[in-house]
């Protein structure tokens, strides 16, 4: 064992960022070497270190432990082994992370270690969560707030690299009261979720909304250390989380992860696709809220491309059924487009204006600078002129000196006046210029958002079209047993109208009665609803279970439940 003396209890930095000690944790620094607890130091930067656990790598941020780029002088033998402020099963001296603040965890043999000891809701997370009240259109929409590098999350060995683990405070994300939901009840409903989207070539991490979604609810059960609990999410490795008290919030992201600041926007079809959520409960005793947890998978160039490429393909099949959203979307993109031409042109006018308004009295400044370079000049040759040296005396010479400078002083000030007229005047082409071109720019904008508009009313126009449309006959109802890949399905009493009358739709329950099928006779696919809310789930193929269409946020069947 290096770093210590291999007999004292080590400090395992269990990192969201703070930890309990586990003991016996093998560090990298020899005697009087580093003490960061790992060589490679993923999280490089004031304040970040690497700590070994049993439970995975954990990327620690603390000034006072790691104040010197991830490493610390190690004493006698490190921090690996006896540790001021962490021994036994005593709290780790290991900082944590601000609720909304993202920290790595690598996978290890007891699965991943976080902790969820935020106290404090990060400012950016905090302003994103306000802005995002909605209401909005076309489902899942999203702030991303931070931006992934996964080579610099994990350079040498892909498979080794790390999760990205967020938490926020359940009652951010729930309006439902998780500390009384009763035992039995694995789910609950969250309105804003922390998931990783693709764009501009890269995975981000983004909080999205527009579209409520459940989540598990899962139980921290306490183990033989104070302060950590075992947790099992569906999907992920096993977490020990810890709930560390009293220590400092890291401010900033661990390398690899950059924060961003993003407007509002779709989120995409595929968000989320590689996150996995949970809410918390801990125990009454423990003193600790529930915690919204989301861990994503770090994904590699190439799995960003395919990401990227899936998002096309399914907006693609999206716009074929949806034309109407597809145009409105076209719409609000080309009057968004000339709003911002509009605001550029507004912009040049009062700077050409101002520009105006003050050339005039620049003018003035060079005349009247002018003026006292000439006087200046005058007064010197008229003091020559009319004092002899040999007459004047002593101080002559002093005097020219003087007059020389004022000289010297009123052709800086012309120089000065000169310029600024000068740069004014060049700055009154380069905006008449730009208006210009701002001017002709915006007809064709003007024209692209009338063309989108009427093209919009027109499709807003035609009548809805249906299978018999399109000369084919309505699909009957399949057989229950006919119906697969999506369970056991169990047949339910048709409640819902078809559309334009003729009786209602047949319906099935499936996933322990939480979803509702209901046929589409018109299209042969079957409609997934969630029981609990009647939010459209999308559209499957009933041969296999196969999802053909995403959700609909315009459909609902609330009423019919």
Not at 92 to 106: E, I, K, N, Q, V
Not at 159 to 169: G, Y
């Amino acid at each position: 064992m290096s770093g210590g003396d291999g007999r004292g209890p080590g400090n395992s930095g269990l990192g969201h960022n703070g930890g309990q000690a586990s003991g016996n944790v093998n560090g990298t620094s020899g005697k009087g070497g580093p003490s960061s607890g790992g060589g490679t130091d993923p999280n490089s930067g004031p304040g970040w270190g690497t700590t070994h656990t049993p439970n995975g790598d954990i990327h620690n941020y603390n000034p006072g432990e790691f104040g010197n780029g991830g490493s610390k002088p190690g004493g006698n033998g490190g921090n690996s082994g006896n540790h001021s402020g962490s021994s036994g099963g005593g709290q780790s001296s290991a900082t944590a992370m601000a609720f909304g603040l993202p920290a790595l965890a690598t996978p290890g043999a007891e699965g991943l270690a976080l902790s969820v000891s935020g106290d404090a809701l990060s400012a950016a997370v905090a302003d994103v969560l306000a802005a995002l009240k909605g209401p909005f259109k076309f489902g899942l929409w999203g702030i991303a707030i931070y931006g992934v590098l996964p080579s610099e999350i994990a350079k040498d060995d892909p498979k080794m690299m790390s999760k990205i683990v967020t938490s926020l405070p359940a009652d951010t994300v729930t309006e439902t009261p998780v500390s009384s939901l009763p035992l039995d009840q694995a789910t609950v409903s969250v309105t804003k979720r922390v998931a990783d989207i693709v764009k501009d070539e890269r995975q981000h991490i983004a909080v999205v909304t527009g579209r409520p979604m459940s989540v598990p609810v899962v139980d921290a059960k306490p183990t033989k250390r104070p302060g950590v609990f075992s947790v099992s999410i569906p999907g992920l490795p096993s977490l020990q989380v810890s709930v560390p008290k009293g220590v400092p919030a890291a401010k900033a992201p661990p390398k690899g992860i950059i924060a961003e600041k993003g407007d509002s926007r779709p989120a995409g079809f595929t968000a989320g696709g590689n996150s996995r959520e949970a809410v918390i409960r801990f125990p009454k005793e423990s003193g600790q809220k529930p915690v919204y947890v989301s861990v994503t998978d770090v994904l590699t160039p190439a799995q960003v491309k395919q990401r990227l490429e899936e998002e096309k393909r399914r907006q693609q099949a999206w716009d074929a059924a949806h034309p109407e959203e597809g145009l409105k979307r076209e719409y609000d993109k080309a009057k968004a487009e000339l709003d911002a031409e509009d605001k550029n042109i507004a912009t040049l006018n009062s700077r050409i204006a101002s520009t105006e308004k003050a050339i005039p009295g620049a003018r003035a400044a060079v005349q009247e600078a002018d003026k006292k370079v000439k006087e200046a000049e005058a007064n010197k040759d008229d003091f020559v002129t009319y004092n002899p040296p040999h007459e004047y005396g002593s101080g002559w010479q002093d005097q020219v000196r003087y007059l020389d400078k004022d000289t010297q002083n009123q052709n800086e000030k012309l120089k000065a006046a000169q310029t600024s007229l000068n740069e004014m005047n060049e700055s009154l082409s380069r905006d008449k210029a730009a208006l210009s071109g701002a001017m002709e720019s915006r007809k064709q904008k003007e024209k692209k958002a009338k063309d989108a508009e009427n093209k919009l009313n027109e499709e807003k126009k035609k009548p809805r079209k249906g299978t018999k449309d399109y000369g084919h006959d309505y699909f009957p109802d399949p057989k229950t047993e006919d119906i697969k890949g999506l369970g056991e399905l169990k047949e339910g009493k048709p409640k819902t109208p078809k559309q334009g009358g003729g009786g209602k739709r047949a319906r099935w329950y499936g996933d322990k009665k939480r979803k509702i099928y209901e046929w589409d006779s018109q299209h042969g696919e079957l409609e997934g609803y969630r029981a609990s809310d009647g939010e459209h789930l999308g559209a499957f193929d009933p041969k296999t279970g196969k999802q053909v269409k995403g959700p609909d946020p315009k459909r609902n069947i609330k009423k019919y439940l």
